[in-house]
């Protein structure tokens, strides 16, 4: 099984800048996709962004140009780094991975989310 552990959320000023980190544990990090959600208070769970096994990314529209999201697969971590932070960046962040499965059916496996807090 999967298990993962988000790092470095905080407060931060807006225009300000945070690197998350997602540590996963288990040996078939290299097969899985990764994302980063994030649920804001009061609104649903939504996609930040995504990376492929072989490095393919993914981002929604509203933080296209600001976060990146990266992956290393020698250290198991899949990292997001988010720049020119607004307050609407307010939420909890989840990271998520997708592990190839019986009959190529993707399980899904989160982490327990880190709160990113943007002052204005």
């Known amino acids: 099984q999967v298990q993962l552990v988000e790092s470095g959320g905080g407060l931060v000023q807006s225009g300000g800048s945070l690197r998350l980190s997602c540590a996963a544990s288990g040996s078939i990090f290299r097969q899985s996709a990764m994302a980063w959600y994030r649920q804001a208070p009061g609104k649903d769970r939504d996609l930040v962004a995504t990376?492929?096994?072989?490095?393919?990314?993914n981002y929604a529209d509203s933080v296209k140009g600001r976060f990146t999201i990266s992956r290393d697969n020698a250290k198991n971590t899949v990292y997001l780094q988010m720049n020119n932070l607004k307050p609407e960046d307010t939420a909890v962040y989840y990271c998520?991975?997708?592990?190839?499965?019986?009959?190529?059916?993707?399980?899904?496996?989160w982490g327990k989310g880190v709160l990113v807090t943007v002052s204005s």
């Open positions: 998520n991975a997708v592990v190839p499965g019986p009959l190529n059916v993707g399980m899904n496996y």
């Open positions: 990376i492929t096994s072989g490095g393919s990314t």
